[in-house]
């Protein structure tokens, strides 16, 4: 098989499925101004699959939108700098159940299924490809370049006016917003202000930042945290020629456990939604304790480099800038290095994300609602936005509700509420059906009014044929007859 062949496939596979139906939402406008029935925010991955669910649901009228360029959307060609996914090859993710939309048809049709069989993991530039091809054989609407700033709510709610940084729109209107914004997309990522306070920032980067690491070539640099993307960094840095990656954790041994592997073969992902509030908070909690370990090649590729240096039970307290340079303050040592690289993770919190600075205050958290026993209790958790089964925002105040009826948010920030869900390849298979379902049966509820007035109208004549008429003898003589 080629690619113009699984094209083909994939058209007909749709076109059995009657993918795309005519819609059933009535069309609006605001002020002669089209209005979208959904827009969605992120063009990455989960932005796909929200998409593609939507038409699923016969919901058409929708867009995407993406700050970033055509074919840059997410963090796979960007500021992600592991090898390969974490996530074991043969799970599938935005396809919707639709075996010739799967990375295995795409990845087949290129190297065939031997191919597939001797393929480990997926490397990450094949993914973004992948992704790629997904959104253009599809022919998903996107409008890329463009920047949300702001979600103002208008029509007593019932509307939202997006408010874009853009060459070509300055605003959008739509019924509903679904923030497909990934990781960070939540909340922001995180740098200790112990850091951020006292250095510069030409003397440290996140790992979700671009690092030029060419201006970095033959330095020392040192990375803080023991998660995964912690050795993606150093292994990536020491390949780009850096002299030598130290890396700074706070525990004693590296991370071992990955729940995620059980949740992925349990039913927990597809289920989690059926979980009590107590269950979901003490699931989150211990899958925080563990974090995400990194994984066996890219460690054993990170640790082999001579320049690779571990450091486990060493938190930092305290950074000095010293001259061009950054002083590293120990329990054990002093140290001094040319640059930091930051790993330490994201904090998630509706207040963080300045296009929510007008529905914010009225933003449901898990704190408002569950107080977690004292030994699994954590402010990081408690700050994560309470949503429904189906990824909406929940309000604290009878203002909130129209104000917040119709914002989705699809992200990392669903954690808690949803499982790992909207930002986890493995969740995505499970998610994109559920908040699909649930911006749907919004809008058929927003419609029902007129949905029914046309329903109880509906007057078409379908039987055409006419009642044979016969006569009272002929009927007897062939009672009699028979």
């Known amino acids: 098989m080629t690619i113009e062949t699984l094209n083909k496939q994939v058209k007909k596979d749709l076109a059995y499925l009657n993918i795309p139906e005519k819609t059933w939402v009535p069309s609006r ?26 038409i699923r649901e016969k919901v058409t009228n929708i867009l995407i939108i993406d700050e970033n360029s055509e074919g840059l959307e997410g963090p796979w060609d960007t500021y992600a700098r592991m090898t390969t ?12 159940g639709i075996p010739s939309l799967t990375f295995r048809a795409w990845w087949e049709a290129q190297f065939g299924e031997k191919g597939w069989e001797e393929l480990d993991k997926i490397p990450k ?20 370049n463009t920047k949300l700033t702001l979600i103002e709510p208008v029509e007593n709610g019932m509307v939202y006016r997006l408010h874009l940084e853009s060459a070509t ?30 250095l510069p920032k030409n003397l440290y980067a996140h790992t979700s930042e671009n690092i030029d690491f060419t201006n970095l070539k033959n330095k020392h640099i040192a990375i803080l945290g023991g998660g995964a993307s912690a050795f993606d960094n150093a292994n990536y840095s020491l390949s780009q020629g850096i002299s030598e990656a130290h890396v700074f954790i706070r525990r004693k041994n590296i991370p071992k456990i990955n729940p995620i592997r059980h949740m992925e073969q349990s039913g927990m992902i597809d289920r989690f939604h ?21 994984t066996n090649d890219t460690f054993r590729k990170a640790s082999a480099w001579p320049g690779f240096c571990l450091h486990t039970g060493e938190p930092w307290l305290d950074v000095q800038q010293v001259d061009d340079k950054v002083k590293i303050i120990t329990e054990r040592e002093e140290y001094i290095f040319d640059f930091i690289i930051v790993s330490t993770g994201l904090k ?35 700050a994560h936005p309470y949503l429904s089964p189906g990824f909406a925002f929940q309000s604290k105040a009878q203002k909130g509700k129209r104000l917040l009826h119709g914002l989705y948010s699809f992200n990392y920030s669903a954690l808690i509420s949803c499982g790992l869900s909207a930002s986890a390849i ?16 919004q809008l058929f509820l ?37």
């Open 125 to 144: 530039e094949e993914w973004m490809n992948y992704l790629r091809w997904f959104r253009e054989v599809l022919s998903l609407p996107m409008q890329n």
């Open 426 to 441: 493995s969740g995505l298979r499970f998610a994109i059906p559920k908040l699909a379902s649930a911006v749907a049966d």
């Open 85 to 96: 996914l974490r996530t074991p090859k043969h799970l599938t993710a935005i396809d919707t």
């Open 348 to 382: 998630t919190d509706p207040a963080l994300r300045p296009e929510l600075r007008m529905v914010e205050p009225y933003i449901f958290r898990w704190r408002d609602y569950y107080q977690a026993p004292n030994n699994i209790a954590n402010p990081l958790l408690d």
């Open 169 to 198: 729109s300055k605003s959008l209107l739509s019924r509903k917003v679904i923030l497909a914004t990934g990781i960070q997309g939540g909340g922001e990522w995180h740098v200790p202000p112990f850091i951020k306070d006292k």
């Open 446 to 482: 927003d419609n029902q009014k007129e949905l029914l007035e046309a329903f109880f109208q509906y007057d078409e004549v379908e039987f055409i044929g006419e009642t044979p008429q016969h006569s009272k003898s002929t009927n007897q003589n062939q009672l009699l007859n028979a």
């Open 274 to 294: 059926s979980f009590a509030d107590a269950t979901k908070y003490k699931i989150m909690s211990h899958f925080f304790y563990h974090n995400q370990p990194p």
């Open 29 to 54: 406008e605001l002020d002669g101004k089209h209005i979208y029935d959904a827009i969605i925010i992120g063009g990455g991955q989960s932005g796909l699959g929200a998409a593609l669910g939507l």
